[in-house]
């Protein structure tokens, strides 16, 4: 069977993301929409190697037909438009923060919860999880499996694509201004990103957390559906693409480096870099464009019982976004219609 597809937020990077994995993928599509904004109509985006798509305006559009939709436009849109969708008979898939949370709306990675794809009926509406949290759980799904995850602290370095194509342009502008010594604009981060660090991702909470982590730690609860204790900080880095994490892991019971390496190795999605490998470590620039979370510099943590530290990256644009919310289509129809 072939299914009618719609792609919101077609002309953002995560949109370009989606509409190459549908076509990579060889996902079973009869039509495909690439939908944008009013200043978008017209326009044209790739469709893989299958051709081009005109983009058409997401306010007019009738998503009577559609089977699904992959969104990610915002949340502001999202919460418009995805009810909207929804009503008219399409599953949508939601890139956004919007749903996550609802307790009708399954967070779904699938190679770690693909069982709460049961419920997707109640609102039609999977939501794809925050790009930090999918890598990470994917990394700990089989430690908790195997000897049940206490606590996590998580620092994460996240590249400049988080934050869209504005992220990306105001990099490479910044590092232009930079070597020339010419002003530079603090527009889309709140200080300058080039041959910098920045502490925060998303606005500050009352309690000091940035929204970027509070969403990891509800979001790997409501995904492992166990009440792990979650520390994150989250820091942008000038990194195009890619985003890293320094992973510290409390267990409840003893699990060896050597034993956790071969869960990973066994974990469909992870691939595990050794020391004793060419790469020894993996970094962002190795990964971008990969399918996989890649997890490198293994080792036991000593300052506390049955710890265990490891260095996590992840190609934020496709297992953080486009190919979480693909391979969400691919179990529903695999295994739900």
Known sequence: MAYTVAVVGATGN???????????????????????SARSHGTEVSFGDKGVLKVQNLAGFDFKGVDFVLSSPGSKVSAEFTPIAAKAGAIVIDNTSYFRMDPDVPLVVPEVNPEALKDYS???IVANPNCSTIQMVMALKPLHDAATVKRVV???????????KAGMDTLFEQGRKF????VMENVVFKKQII????PQIDDFMEDGLTKEEWKMMVETKKILGADIKVCASCVRVPVFIGHSEMV??????????????????NFDGVTVIDRQSDLEFVTPAEIAGEDDVFISRIREDITVE????????????????????????????????
């Open 306 to 337: 049955n710890g265990l530290n490891f260095w996590c990256v992840a190609d934020n644009l496709k297992k953080g976004a486009a190919l979480n919310a693909v391979q969400i289509a691919e179990k529903l129809v695999k295994d739900y219609l």
């Open 154 to 164: 998580v620092a994460t370095y996240q590249s400049v694509s988080g934050a869209g």
């Open 122 to 124: 109640k609102r039609n």
């Open 179 to 182: 070597f020339v010594n010419d």
């Open 195 to 198: 041959h910098n660090v920045i």
């Open 248 to 265: 510290n892991v409390e267990l409840e019971r003893p699990l060896s480096v050597k034993q956790a390496k071969g869960l990973w190795r």
């Open 14 to 36: 995560v949109g370009h993301e989606m509409l190459n994995l549908l076509a990579e993928r060889g996902f079973p599509v009869k039509d495909v929409h690439a939908l944008a």
